[in-house]
């Protein structure tokens, strides 16, 4: 078993604001915690992962397909693999969440 705490995580900044750290991990599926600051911004792209996610603090406006979706604290959300994504922190608050990948992130390149 394998037991990570937010305390051990060093964080990298993906973007201008956007600090991703990779939690806990398995052969399926890992869990990787965000940090948006405001006015940070995720710009659109895709990856093959399906990505669910749950906010815990803030509020992230995802944009997909044309259609844009509010998500705030309490709220969870699934993305399928390919889909371009993208995502805005246009509160006051950090936004802070979970996210899920599936398959795993493996060395993603905002790791570098």
Do not use: K
Request: overall charge negative; some cysteine; charged content about 25%.
């Amino acid at each position: 078993m394998e037991r990570v705490s937010l305390d051990d995580l060093e964080p990298s900044e993906a973007a201008d604001g956007v600090h991703l750290a990779l939690m806990a991990g398995a052969d399926s599926m890992n869990v990787q915690h965000f940090e948006i600051e405001p006015g940070a911004v995720v710009e659109e792209h895709s990856h093959p992962h399906e990505q669910t996610g749950f906010i815990y603090e803030g509020e992230l406006v995802f944009r997909s397909d044309g259609e844009e979706v509010v998500c705030g604290p309490g709220d969870s959300y699934a993305i399928p693999g390919e889909q371009p994504h993208a995502a805005e922190n246009r509160g006051d608050e950090t936004v802070r969440g979970i996210d899920i990948f599936s398959p795993p992130r493996e060395n993603p390149s905002w790791q570098d």
